[in-house]
């Protein structure tokens, strides 16, 4: 008896030891996954740093490729270009438009087939946000937007858009 009695109070001291250190075992694994998991959320977060970064260096490539790569900046567009454009209710407009190096032109339109003088324009033409598109001044009633391409321009509608169909090369001028 008197060895259960010292035998009782010795197994209770081991349960709690045991206890006591698988509650210190505890904590530890917790702390162990928190470290981990902040160290797979600093990852993450130099990742997507990286990645933003990486997006950012190209979006300013594509911006830089899209501002030095336009009609404007790269094409020897000044000079003059030629071309008979449809008519309604004639042969074909003769269309001489002359594009001036201080953004000025002189458009020159004779009606085919009908009696009558040169009409003739001139003022000023601006280009669009792109580069590749330019408009000009003064006009109403008719299209003044020009896509500037190498060695011709193309008329465009009065939306400003390409025209297409059958005669759509007809609306192209040749840099004579």
């Given at each position: 008896?008197?060895?259960?009695?010292?035998?009782?109070?010795?197994?209770?001291?081991?349960?709690?030891?045991?206890?006591?250190?698988?509650?210190?075992?505890?904590?530890?694994?917790?702390?162990?996954?928190?470290?981990?998991?902040?160290?797979?959320?600093?990852?993450?977060?130099?990742a997507?740093?990286?990645?933003?970064?990486?997006?950012?260096?190209?979006?300013?490539?594509?911006?830089?490729?899209?501002?030095?790569?336009?009609?404007?900046?790269?094409?020897?567009?000044?000079?003059?270009?030629?071309?008979?454009v449809?008519?309604?209710?004639?042969?074909?407009?003769?269309?001489?438009?002359?594009?001036?190096?201080?953004?000025?032109?002189?458009?020159?339109?004779?009606?085919?087939?009908?009696?009558?003088?040169?009409?003739k324009?001139e003022?000023?033409?601006?280009?669009?946000?792109?580069?590749?598109?330019?408009?000009?001044?003064?006009?109403?009633?008719?299209?003044?937007?020009?896509?500037?391409?190498?060695?011709q321009?193309?008329?465009?509608?009065?939306?400003?858009?390409?025209?297409?169909?059958?005669?759509?090369?007809?609306?192209?001028l040749?840099k004579?």
């Amino acid at each position: 008896m008197k060895k259960a009695f010292v035998l009782a109070p010795l197994a209770l001291v081991a349960v709690l030891v045991g206890c006591e250190q698988q509650a210190n075992d505890k904590p530890a694994t917790e702390t162990q996954v928190e470290s981990a998991v902040e160290n797979v959320q600093a990852g993450a977060e130099q990742a997507m740093d990286s990645a933003e970064n990486a997006v950012d260096a190209a979006g300013d490539a594509v911006n830089e490729m899209v501002d030095h790569h336009n009609a404007k900046l790269s094409l020897d567009w000044n000079g003059t270009y030629q071309g008979v454009v449809p008519c309604a209710d004639c042969e074909g407009i003769e269309t001489s438009l002359t594009l001036n190096d201080d953004n000025t032109y002189v458009l020159t339109k004779t009606y085919l087939g009908k009696e009558g003088e040169a009409l003739k324009e001139e003022g000023t033409f601006t280009w669009g946000d792109m580069g590749t598109i330019i408009t000009l001044q003064g006009l109403t009633d008719t299209p003044n937007q020009f896509f500037v391409a190498e060695n011709q321009i193309i008329m465009l509608d009065m939306n400003g858009e390409r025209i297409d169909g059958d005669l759509a090369d007809m609306y192209v001028l040749k840099k004579q």
